[in-house]
T-cell receptor
């Protein structure tokens, strides 16, 4: 089955850019997602990218997809303390109704 | 606008006790899911229900059962709770669209003594 890997932890200073990386194994994954989890809460969808796209930009968020290397990244520009959370990468199956999640990257933003 | 509602939020069963986690969604979604979240392991799918009347095993179904009571409700049952089932459980729902976006509840924290 699909395997999704992420680094566990990232620390940045307020105002810097953050880059969170993710790798996946199933080249037939149709959609790839970034979810955000704040303390004590469920996950919320941040953004997603279809597998035939290389890049997607949404305000401060930029998603880059390298399909050949099965590598996905999330860049947060001008990172704020409110961006401190756990970020999960997820890959969808062909039907788009089942997601496999990575272990999550805890982003800490220092003032 | 409730979205996905889970009850209870916290539970502390003893080893061997049975218990049920309840989930309800008000978005008229067809698909519902139960995940467990453990530190460093992300979310792992326990069971899912693609539509009312159907259920399927996910990655870690052992020790659990589910019931899709109607389109709104999807419950998760631990027949005989074990310490290895100590976790945070999330219910989610989605419409069967091509984007497959999941909407999550706030989670149920279970500690098995």
């Amino acid at each position: 089955g699909e395997d999704v890997e992420q680094s566990l932890f990232l620390s940045v200073r307020e105002g810097d850019s953050s880059v969170i990386n993710c790798t996946y194994t199933d080249s037939s994954s149709t959609y790839l997602y970034w979810y955000k989890q704040e303390p004590g809460a469920g996950l919320q969808l941040l953004t997603y990218i279809f597998s035939n796209m290389d890049m997607k930009q949404d305000q401060r968020l930029t998603v880059l997809l390298n399909k050949k290397d099965k590598h996905l990244s999330l860049r947060i520009a001008d990172t704020q303390t409110g961006d401190s959370a756990i970020y999960f990468c997820a890959a969808a199956n062909n039907a788009g109704n089942m997601l496999t999640f990575g272990g999550g990257t805890r982003l800490m933003v220092k003032p | 606008n409730a979205g996905v509602t889970q009850t209870p939020k916290f539970q502390v069963p003893k080893t061997g006790q049975s218990m049920t986690l309840q989930c309800a969604q008000d978005m008229n979604h067809n698909s519902m899911y139960w995940y467990r979240q453990d530190p460093g392991m992300g979310l792992r799918l326990i069971y899912y229900s693609a539509s009312e009347g159907t259920t399927d095993k996910g990655e870690v179904p052992n020790g659990y059962n589910v019931s899709r009571l109607n389109k709104r409700e999807f419950s998760l049952r631990l027949e005989s709770a074990a310490p290895s089932q100590t976790s945070v459980y999330f219910c989610a729902s989605s419409e069967r669209t091509s984007t497959g976006e999941l909407f999550f509840g706030e989670g149920s924290r279970l500690t098995v003594l």
